[in-house]
């Protein structure tokens, strides 16, 4: 990827636009925030940003249990919403990085349908994109997954199909600059859960892992306690947090709903087109 010292977020995003304009095929009613996330972090490349722009929105045409029927008031979207927190935190002040916290709610295993945890995830992800308190600045994402409550029969619920298509788009193809994934309250079978990640995960993401035992402060090494739950010592009230994330979900209903901003329209596909074309073909293989 071609990094440019010094780029202009909003040029860089009408470039792209004009681009995806010359695409009749592409969805384009595309967000201006969220044209700006692709230059944002591809800073300033704007041919890798129409890859990864291409290479997402064709995954999700090829995915339609995680990407179609997305209202994200359904009882199913709902039901995973109360049973498990996915929570994007406010900014730490002195910490340039965003963080995004996860973690089961209700242990149940029976209501953990895998599919629809992805599809209720890419929701929070894509409006989180939009969102214009979620700063473009050089700090990174650090997701905090919580595996306090995940047991071997959740496990069994994970789809591998559906498992592959998340790790290969936020790899690949989603528009933020990820900067580490911290894992907490680890389980002691988390040889196994390993052993179910691994063979979709690019060694790049593998070496951002880090995973702490409960009860330990390994951690703080890491990130601003301040960036934790109020419950483990932090100053991030979950609960606030979350509600407030139910408050944008509700008002955003129809971003979300909106096919014209997801849809790719093969009738329209210019066939002359070889980096559309070529991306789709990787994307099948």
């Not at 591998?160 to 193809?173: G, I, K, N």
């Not at 880090?210 to 109020?230: G, M, R, V």
């Amino acid at each position: 990827m071609g990094i440019e010292q010094q780029f202009n977020l909003e040029e860089g995003a009408e470039r792209l636009k004009d681009w995806i304009a010359t695409q009749p095929h592409l969805p384009q009613n595309i967000h201006p925030t969220l044209l700006q996330r692709y230059i944002h972090s591809t800073r300033g490349d704007l041919e890798y940003a129409k890859k990864i722009f291409v290479l997402g929105y064709t995954i999700r045409q090829n995915n339609p249990a995680i990407f179609d029927n997305r209202d994200p008031l359904s009882s199913n979207v709902m039901n995973i919403l109360r049973s498990i927190d996915m929570v994007p935190l406010p900014s730490v002040e002195g910490c340039e990085d965003k963080f995004i916290y996860y973690r089961l709610v209700d242990c149940d295993p029976d209501k953990f349908d895998f599919n629809d945890v992805i599809k209720t995830f890419f929701i929070i992800a894509d409006l989180r994109m939009i969102q214009p308190d979620v700063p473009m600045n050089d700090g990174g994402d650090v997701p905090i997954f919580d595996m306090n409550g995940f047991t071997l029969r959740h496990m069994t619920k994970v789809v591998l199909s559906t498992l592959r298509v998340y790790m290969r788009y936020t790899q690949e193809a989603h528009p933020v600059r990820l900067k580490a994934i911290h894992v907490i309250n680890c389980t002691p079978f988390l040889d196994r859960v390993m052993c179910l990640v691994k063979p979709f995960m690019k060694k790049r993401v593998a070496d951002m892992l880090h995973f702490h035992l409960p009860n330990s402060e390994t951690i703080y090494a890491h990130l601003p306690k301040a960036a934790l739950p109020d419950e483990y010592g932090g100053q991030q009230s979950i609960i606030k947090h979350k509600e407030d994330w139910f408050n944008r979900i509700k008002l955003q209903r129809d971003y979300i709903t909106d096919g014209s901003r997801w849809k790719i329209d093969e009738s329209r596909r210019n066939n002359g087109n070889d980096l559309c074309g070529t991306l789709r073909k990787l994307e099948i293989d």
